[in-house]
């Protein structure tokens, strides 16, 4: 039977049929959008809310140069900083009658025996002015670049820009402390926005209420609360662009989103190099399976791997550029407590040491602060198991390789922070391999049981570090000292009557010293579960609350 034997009126009616059919379908995913993205907007919203709700900045050194670049690019539109416009960001020495001393100072205005620091400067009596260590020379003099890279900085433009208009002068206080907030929050919605792209990633797998949770078990118990949401540090834009560039790859079958996860991968490492373990795991990945995917891969990332070519070749003179491994011979001089355990060789913590820090250190191990993560461990054996799962196994791997290279970086433990600094980045990725297993866990009594103790534990671990890390009192921490009269290293102690009988059976001069746990004699802390970090804070809960206002307070008289 020819077409046009075909009666008219059925002829149109399968057309009627064939054109009703996509539009039921588009119908059906414009709910199923909207449905989801009610959804997906309250758990971000709760989350934002949860992160802001101490009303606190994290006081600190490390995210001044991420802060401080979104405010130059807004306010003057610059990429780098010199020691005539960002005085505070430098050291200088002075020239007294006594001899040559170390200054600081917050603005050109501030006094100087009784004059203008501008005045002194031009009269000679200041000169050398030595960069912090969240500061990199460019191969221009005088001139310095972010250590940290720009993808931070960059990240917090819209948020600084938005407060702009009602502080036009972002160097000056309080307009210099709004500055800060404004970073607080671009952290914030990057972490928050790294938990909807999980759990719109695990809709294609669990139950919506499954999907959700495991969502908010991510947001509310790893340290992405305590850490990454609180300041701007590298960690919060790299894991909304972790999440989002996993989310895309879980979606292999969407046109494009290759293209996406190339995108995603390279800006999270112009925030933070070590992502580049991500990129190079979803290549390998796209080789095995689709070459063709994989050159959308290196087409998506291509442009964010010029554009950071291009600013090394320009401040530079080189292409690659990792500014904490630049950072060593300048740093060791300052006096800083976050930097004094930094230079030498970059990789050389022992191995072993290393691995059981990173999981099970008493202060800073990854199953300590966030037993929760060890499902997620579970959840990458079985997504080696199960087709279905065959996109996270870059995941999987990406995660190992992170792991492997925080145990092996000789300052494993992270400096001055709380919990698992170091490795907050690759908890992103391990959040979403937890998602092959999530609907077993939650369809088995036990294991929901286990996963529940977990996660309460987890929850008010970050609860403490929210609210009561501040920065130095565990870090920097006093301890009792007795001195013998046959060693030099003293005998320390936490308990006052124990020393005191110590020093009385052994003949030791009592005393009081603070012990770093940066610095060698500290190493025994990362390993002791009376002085464990947790611990501290809680049992001194309201007084570090308090003590952490007051930082708050003095950071914000050093801002301007």
Not at 14 to 24: D, F, H, M, T, V
Not at 93 to 107: I, N, V, Y
Not at 266 to 278: D, E, I, K, M, N
Not at 287 to 303: E, H, M
Request: glycine share 10%; hydrophobic share 45%; charged share 20%.
């Amino acid at each position: 039977m020819t077409r046009s034997s075909v009666p008219r009126s059925r002829r149109r009616g399968r057309q009627a049929a064939s054109s009703a059919k996509p539009a039921a379908e588009g119908k059906r995913a414009r709910r199923w959008f909207a449905r989801r993205g009610v959804q997906a907007t309250l758990i971000f919203a709760l989350l934002l809310a949860v992160y802001l709700a101490n009303g606190d900045i994290l006081p600190g050194q490390d995210p001044t140069a991420n802060v401080r670049l979104a405010g130059k690019l807004v306010s003057r539109g610059s990429l780098v900083f010199t020691p005539e416009e960002e005085p505070f960001m430098f050291e200088w020495s002075l020239q007294t009658a006594q001899g040559e001393q170390t200054a600081t100072f917050r603005a050109w205005q501030s006094r100087l025996d009784g004059e203008p620091v501008r005045r002194s400067f031009e009269r000679g009596r200041l000169g050398k002015p030595k960069p912090y260590y969240y500061l990199l020379p460019t191969r221009y003099p005088g001139v310095f670049a972010n250590v940290y890279g720009i993808g931070a900085g960059l990240f917090a433009v819209p948020f600084v820009a938005a407060v702009y208009p009602f502080a036009p002068d972002l160097y000056r206080r309080p307009s210099a402390l709004l500055l800060w907030h404004a970073a607080k929050v671009a952290a914030a919605c990057a972490v928050a926005g790294s938990a909807v792209f999980l759990f719109l990633a695990a809709l294609a797998f669990v139950r919506p209420g499954t999907a959700a949770g495991l969502a908010l078990a991510y947001g509310l118990g790893t340290c992405v609360w305590s850490t990454s949401s609180q300041a701007l540090w590298q960690h919060g834009p790299t894991e909304f662009f972790l999440a989002l560039g996993t989310f895309c790859l879980l979606r292999r079958e969407r046109p494009g989103s290759a293209y996406c996860v190339g995108l995603a991968y390279a800006l999270a490492f112009a925030c933070r190099p070590t992502s580049g373990l991500a990129l190079a795991a979803a290549g390998g990945y796209y080789l095995l399976r689709d070459r063709r995917s994989l050159v959308r891969l290196v087409a998506g990332g291509l442009p964010i791997a010029l554009g950071l070519a291009a600013y090394n070749l320009h401040y530079f003179g080189r292409l690659f550029v990792f500014g904490q491994l630049a950072t060593g011979p300048h740093a060791k001089a300052l006096p800083s407590s976050a930097v004094a355990a930094l230079g030498g060789r970059a990789f050389s913590a022992p191995f072993w040491e290393g691995i059981a820090g990173i999981l099970v250190s008493p202060s800073r191990g990854l199953l300590v602060f966030s037993p929760i993560l060890a499902f997620a461990f579970w959840g990458a054996f079985r997504a080696w198991r199960d087709p279905r799962f065959a996109p996270l196994r870059p995941v999987s791997i990406a995660a190992l390789a992170m792991c492997l290279l925080v145990a092996r970086w000789h300052g494993w433990w992270g400096g001055w922070c709380y919990g698992y600094r170091l490795l907050v980045d690759a908890v992103t990725l391990l959040a979403f391999l937890a998602i092959p297993v999530a609907e077993h866990i939650r369809s088995r009594r036990p294991l929901a049981a286990g996963f529940a103790v977990c996660l309460f534990w987890a929850v008010g671990v970050q609860v403490v570090g929210a609210y009561a890390y501040d920065v130095v009192s565990w870090n920097d921490r006093p301890f009792l000292s007795v001195k013998l009269p046959d060693s030099e290293e003293p005998l320390l102690f936490l308990d006052e009557d124990e020393a005191r009988r110590q020093a009385r059976a052994r003949g030791g001069v009592l005393g009081e010293t603070r012990v770093n746990v940066n610095y060698p004699r500290g190493r025994s802390r990362r390993w002791s579960l009376r002085d464990s970090e947790i611990l501290y804070y809680l049992q001194y809960f309201g007084e570090a609350r308090r003590t952490k206002k007051a930082a708050i307070e003095q950071f914000a008289r050093t801002q301007g």
